[in-house]
């Protein structure tokens, strides 16, 4: 089933956090994940959003996006991200057969 990282994020060290973003691409590619949104202004319809950017990836399974997040090339490029940002990241189940919960 496809699973989705949803990151929410505020950027406080940006030439850090830059460093990342290009060295983000091969790496998910790599683990066949996917850039679905990368949105820095994103319009929030309802309630309070404390973040800058919101990033949307998706997985064709949840142990691919598992062998990504935990592989020596994330680790490796996600220092500066973690060093750069503060949010939160959610992993989300898809639709699949659950729906309706």
Known sequence: MTVYALAQITIHDRARYDRYAAA????LAR???KLLAADTAPR????DWPHQKAV???FD???DFERWSTSPEYREI????????EGVVLL???????WPA
Request: without cysteine.
């Open 31 to 33: 683990y066949g994940g």
């Open 92 to 98: 989300l189940d898809g639709i699949g057969h659950a």
């Open 44 to 47: 929030v319809v309802e309630g």
């Open 78 to 85: 996600s220092r500066d991200r973690e060093a750069a940002t």
């Open 56 to 58: 949307l990836l998706s």
């Open 24 to 27: 983000f691409p091969p790496v």
């Open 61 to 63: 399974n949840r142990e």
